[in-house]
């Protein structure tokens, strides 16, 4: 699929999530029992009683668009614990250097809710670059916790690609098939937890 139809394959899915999301507006007490999303630098739930996701993949430092939001919408009466690393305070100015207490407080947040993390997403936007999706892959390569959606147009795909084969990790063509696999992929860790 070329870029172009990336952009409307994306585009239509946002719009989708959105719609949805207003649908799914309903009262908040009836949805308190389902998805809860816990952002950083919240701290991770002591209780692990439902599924936990990582929304992983492109921010390029608030730059890439916010695809998590439309993921959170999507899976709101799932029974889900969303860890979003898309804080809505995040500091450009802050430095990405480990003597930066706000960088550092962030990466260490990331680190702890993607071991934390029953499932992994790892979402590489075209036109991204992703570096920290990069590391975070590489890292989680072998785990078993990833589904990884990395259309055409992003810098590295044949990387992502390859290793994604060789080390097993699911890949999805389309965020309808994205949600459809998280989805999957949460009924299954809730069943094994009881």
């Known amino acids: 699929m070329g870029e172009g139809g990336v952009g409307a394959d994306a585009a239509s899915f946002m719009l989708r999530l959105f719609l949805t999301s207003l649908l799914l507006a309903v009262p908040v007490a009836a949805q308190a029992a389902e998805a809860v999303t816990i952002t950083s630098p919240a701290p991770l739930p002591a209780n692990h009683d439902r599924a936990r996701l990582f929304l992983g993949g492109s921010i390029d430092m608030g730059k890439a668009t916010d695809w998590q939001r439309a993921m959170i919408?999507?899976?709101?009466?799932?029974?889900?614990?969303?860890?979003?690393?898309?804080?809505?305070d995040w500091n450009p100015a802050w430095k990405p250097e480990a003597s930066d207490q706000n960088f550092r407080?962030?990466?260490?947040?990331?680190?702890?809710?993607?071991?934390?993390?029953?499932?992994?997403?790892?979402y590489f936007a075209p036109g991204s670059q992703s570096p920290v999706s990069l590391l975070e892959m590489g890292l989680h390569a072998r785990s078993g916790k990833l589904i990884i959606f990395c259309p055409d147009g992003f810098w590295r795909k044949g990387n992502v690609d390859i290793t994604a084969a060789r080390y097993g990790a699911q890949q999805v063509s389309s965020f309808d098939e994205l949600l459809s696999a998280v989805r999957a992929r949460i009924a299954m860790v809730n069943r094994a937890l009881g």
């Open 105 to 122: 407080q962030q990466v260490e947040w990331e680190l702890a809710a993607l071991d934390s993390a029953d499932i992994i997403i790892l």
């Open 73 to 88: 919408a999507a899976l709101t009466t799932e029974r889900v614990a969303i860890l979003n690393p898309r804080r809505p």
